[in-house]
């Protein structure tokens, strides 16, 4: 099993709402997003707020083989909210 780290963008939003709207890669085995998975920091505003410019949140997405974590990572790379991914 190979992992594809993403760092997602998540200012503007209200909770996990970035993380919903992203098209995932048709490929993986499983899909996981939260702070436990790196993050900008605590939040620093109520939880029925939008996140602040400059918050993001970790996610993580779990495919068969380190080829196809190469094309998850270009496809997660192409979308507006993905500010970095790397296969681990």
């Given at each position: 099993?190979?992992?594809?780290?993403?760092?997602?963008?998540v200012?503007?939003t209200?909770?996990?709402?970035?993380?919903?709207?992203?098209r995932q890669?048709?490929?993986?085995?499983?899909?996981?997003?939260?702070?436990?998975?790196?993050?900008?920091?605590a939040?620093?505003?109520?939880?029925?707020?939008p996140?602040?410019?400059?918050?993001?949140?970790?996610?993580?997405?779990?495919?068969?083989?380190?080829?196809?974590?190469?094309?998850?990572?270009?496809?997660?790379?192409?979308?507006?909210?993905?500010?970095?991914?790397?296969?681990d």
């Open positions: 099993m190979t992992t594809v780290k993403l760092k997602i963008d200012s503007g209200l909770g996990d709402q970035a993380w919903r709207d992203l890669f048709d490929q993986i085995q499983s899909a996981v997003f939260g702070a436990q998975f790196g993050s900008s920091g939040c620093k505003h109520a939880a029925d707020l996140h602040a410019k400059g918050e993001w949140i970790g996610g993580e997405i779990r495919l068969e083989t380190p080829l196809l974590a190469q094309y998850a990572m270009s496809h997660y790379l192409e979308q507006d909210r993905v500010l970095d991914a790397d296969v």
